[in-house]
C-alpha cells in the first residue's frame, strides 16, 4: 500500500509495467504506418507490426483501468516541493493528461478497429468486434482521427513527465525517481497529496481544443481524392427503383464487403418471348465504391486504378436457364474486357420486377492487385452480388 511518504509496490509496478507497454505500443504503430504495402510481404508484415500495435493497446487500456481504479483507494504521497508553485501544478497537469491518454488512446484506438473489417486482427482471444459499434467507414474514420490526434497528446505528455524525472534526478538531485523504484527511499515531504480542481479541468481543455482542431483539418470525416464519374441518364425499358451493386473481398483471411453508390442499367426484358428474352447494359462508376477502411486502397493504381478507368461496363442478353434466367455477356473493367454469365433470380408480378444475383470473379482476369500475386493476404476470387427492383 501507498503512504504518505511512498509509494507502494503495488503503484510502483503499475507505473513501470504502463510505461514498458507504452514505450513499446507507440514506437510500433508509428513504424508499422510509416511501411510500405506494394507487396505480399511488406503487407503481411505491415499488417502484423499493426496487430501487435493493437494487441498491447487492448492491454494498456487494461492496465490503465486497473491502475486508476487502484490509485483512488491509495494515499498519494505529498508533492516534494509544494512552494513551487508552477512547477508542481504543471506536474498535476502532466499526470491529468496521462491518465485520461491511457484510457482515452487505447479506447479510440480499438473502437476504430472494431468499425473496420479485415486488416490486422487482434491477437487476443477476444472479439474482432465491440458491442454498439458498426462496421462503418465514418464511424471508423470518426475515431481513427480521434486516436492520432490524442496520441500526440500522449507523446507530449510522456515527454514532459521523463523531462520532470530527469530535473528531479540529476538537477534538483531528490527522491522524485528513487520513490517510485523498487526498495525504499526517504522523502522529507510527509502528508496526504492535495489535489486541486485547476490541473484536471487545464487537462480535459487541452484535449477540447485538440479535438477541435482535428475536427477544423478534417481529420474526422471520410473522404476520397478520387474524382467520381458523373453517369448520364439511360433510356431503359425498365426503370430501376432501387438496387444495391455489391462485392465481397477476403483479406487475411477475413470477408470484408463494400458496395457501388453510383450506377445505371438499361434493360429490355419481354418474359414471353423465346431464346434470348431481352439485354442490358449497366455502367458503373469506379470512384463510387465504398469498401469499408480499404476504400483509398481498393481505389488506387495497383487495384481498380479509378482516376484512369473511371467506369467499369456489363453488357449482356438475358435468357431463361430452366426456372431463373441468366445475362451472358461481357465485363470490362480497366479496360480488359472478359466473358461473364451472371445467373439470377427474377420474380414478375404485373409491370414490377425483383432480381438477385450473385458471381465469382477472378481479380486477376482484371489485373486487379498484381502486386498481390498470391492469396495469402488477399484472395483472388471476388464475389459480386446484384439485388434490385425496377418498374415496366
Known amino acids: 500500500m501507498s503512504a504518505t511518504q ?53 492491454i494498456v487500456f487494461v492496465v490503465a483501468l486497473a491502475r486508476i481504479i487502484w490509485a483512488l483507494t491509495q494515499t498519494k504521497p505529498a508533492a516534494l516541493h509544494p512552494e513551487r508553485k508552477m512547477e ?10 496521462l491518465y485520461i491518454s491511457l484510457v482515452a488512446v487505447p479506447l479510440t484506438g480499438w473502437i476504430h478497429h472494431a468499425a473496420t473489417e ?77 489535489s486541486g480542481f485547476t490541473a484536471p479541468i487545464a487537462a480535459i481543455a ?16 471520410a473522404k476520397s481524392d478520387i474524382t467520381q464519374a458523373d453517369l448520364a441518364e439511360v433510356s431503359s425499358e425498365w426503370t430501376v427503383l432501387e438496387g444495391e451493386l455489391g462485392l465481397t473481398i477476403t483479406q ?16 429490355t426484358f419481354d418474359e414471353t418471348g423465346s431464346g434470348v428474352l431481352g439485354s442490358v447494359e449497366t455502367t458503373i462508376s469506379i470512384g463510387s465504391l465504398r469498401l469499408g477502411s480499404v476504400t483509398g486502397d481498393a481505389l488506387g493504381t495497383d487495384f481498380f486504378d479509378a482516376e484512369a478507368f473511371p467506369t467499369a461496363l456489363f453488357v449482356a442478353d438475358i435468357m431463361a436457364d430452366g426456372e431463373n434466367y441468366i445475362a451472358e455477356g461481357t465485363l470490362t473493367i480497366k479496360d480488359i474486357t472478359s466473358p461473364l454469365t451472371l445467373p439470377f433470380t427474377l420474380a414478375l408480378e404485373g409491370d414490377n420486377a425483383s432480381m438477385a444475383g450473385s458471381v465469382v470473379i477472378d ?28 418498374t415496366r
Do not use: C
Request: aromatic share 12%; net charge neutral; glycine share 8%.
Open 6 to 58: 511512498s509509494y507502494g509496490t503495488v503503484t510502483k509496478t503499475f507505473h513501470w509495467l504502463t510505461a514498458l507497454l507504452i514505450l513499446t505500443v507507440i514506437p510500433l504503430g508509428a513504424i508499422a504506418n510509416r511501411l510500405p504495402y506494394e507487396t505480399n510481404a511488406q503487407l503481411a508484415f505491415k499488417a502484423q507490426l499493426f496487430s501487435f500495435h493493437k494487441t498491447l493497446g487492448i
Open 88 to 97: 508542481t501544478m504543471l506536474a498535476e497537469l502532466v499526470h491529468w493528461l
Open 118 to 194: 479485415g486488416f490486422a486482427p487482434v491477437l487476443l482471444p477476444i472479439s474482432q468486434e465491440l458491442p454498439f459499434v458498426p462496421n462503418d467507414e465514418n464511424v471508423a474514420k470518426l475515431f481513427g482521427g480521434l486516436h492520432w490526434v490524442w496520441s500526440k497528446i500522449m507523446v507530449g505528455s510522456i515527454l514532459l513527465h521523463i523531462a520532470g524525472a530527469l530535473k528531479h534526478q540529476f538537477i534538483d538531485k531528490d527522491v522524485t525517481l528513487a520513490r517510485m523504484w523498487f526498495g525504499s527511499a526517504a522523502s522529507p515531504a510527509s502528508g496526504r497529496h492535495q
Open 206 to 221: 487541452i484535449y477540447v481544443i485538440a479535438t477541435g482542431a482535428g475536427a477544423a483539418a478534417g481529420l474526422y470525416t
Open 252 to 267: 487475411f483471411g477475413t470477408e470484408v464487403s463494400g458496395a457501388f453508390e453510383d450506377w445505371t442499367s438499361a434493360i
Open 363 to 390: 481479380r486477376q482476369t482484371f489485373q486487379i492487385g498484381k502486386s498481390m500475386a498470391d492469396e495469402s493476404n488477399l484472395a483472388f476470387a471476388v464475389t459480386v452480388n446484384i439485388a434490385l427492383t425496377a
